[in-house]
Nanobody, 127 residues
Framework: QAQLQESGPGLVKPSRTLSLICTDF??????????WSWIRQPPGKGLEFIAY???????YYSPSLKSRTSIWRDTSKDQFTLHLFAVTLEDTAVYYC???????????????????WGPGLQVTVSS
């Protein structure tokens, strides 16, 4: 079983809100020095960082998505959730959750062979 697992809808209509949940099965999300993150990869493009939340609830959002994004957590379930509002066709992507380390966050060098990533969830925005 993967250490992290994404869940949510595979199909969302334009202008709706996309809500995704990630469960960390291996590490309690109040553990220091980790950044629980959401990342996506649109078709034919590279990985795009979306947001993270830390062990004490501090959040950070990519400037390009900040106005449409919210991340929060449920510490009782070791889950963190992404809300992406007013989705468009351009939000179609594979969405990953990941437990990133400080080195990755500092350099923003996203590499699925490093840190711990979920298997990814295909989300398609279509009417």
């Amino acid at each position: 079983q993967a250490q992290l697992q994404e869940s949510g809808p595979g199909l969302v209509k334009p202008s709706r809100t996309l809500s995704l949940i990630c469960t960390d099965f291996a590490v309690t999300i109040t553990t220091n020095y980790y950044f629980w993150s959401w990342i996506r990869q649109p078709p034919g493009k590279g990985l795009e960082f979306i947001a993270y939340i830390t062990s004490n609830g501090t959040t950070y959002y990519s400037p390009s998505l900040k106005s449409r994004t919210s991340i929060w957590r449920d510490t009782s379930k070791d889950q963190f959730t992404l809300h992406l509002f007013a989705v468009t066709l351009e939000d179609t992507a594979v969405y990953y959750c990941a437990r990133l380390g400080l080195d990755t966050i500092t350099t923003m060098t996203l590499d699925q062979t490093r840190d711990s990533w979920g298997p990814g969830l295909q989300v398609t925005v279509s009417s």
